[in-house]
């Protein structure tokens, strides 16, 4: 796995991390630091869209993964739209561990790349998602 991977996928925890902490130190109002919580999960979320999105282009696999592609998206603007909602974070939560069981399944890295792909997903996802569960205690 190359290193700028690796670095990137940790730095992109930042917001996730920096967030919730922004509440509890008092560098953002609970609404503020909610919104912009649920607003980076959403694009982030639609990130990994755009990873199957190449990989059935990549593939020529015109199937159903080009479809499934884009309901990471639209879940993510789905839950902008309901952004007021406290539910909205479970939703982003439970949806971040599908795509990961949906990347382990089904996209066609080679060999060499998937184990790391898939370990360095698990332990992002882990993070990401007790990020949640911490926004969701704060907001509660």
């Known amino acids: 796995m190359p ?5 990137l996928g940790i730095a992109g925890l930042i917001p996730f991390l920096f967030l919730p902490l922004s509440y509890v130190f008092n560098w953002l109002s609970l609404t503020q630091s909610a919104l912009y919580f649920i607003q980076y999960s959403a694009v982030l979320l639609s990130f ?17 993964q080009m479809y499934i592609a884009m309901l990471p998206t639209i879940v993510g603007w789905l839950c902008l739209v309901f952004s007021h909602r406290v539910e909205v974070l479970g939703v982003l939560s439970l949806c971040y561990v599908g795509v990961l069981v949906y990347d382990k399944f089904t996209l066609s890295l080679p060999k060499s790349y998937i184990v790391d ?24």
Do not use: P
């Not at 792909?117 to 509660?140: D, E, G, K, P, Q």
């Open 117 to 140: 792909y898939i370990s360095l997903r698990i332990a992002l996802t882990t993070v990401v998602v007790l990020c949640h569960a911490w926004m969701i205690f704060i907001v509660t």
């Open 3 to 7: 290193y700028s991977a690796v670095f």
């Open 48 to 64: 990994f869209g755009g990873v199957h999105w190449w990989d059935a282009i990549k593939e020529q696999a015109f199937n159903k």
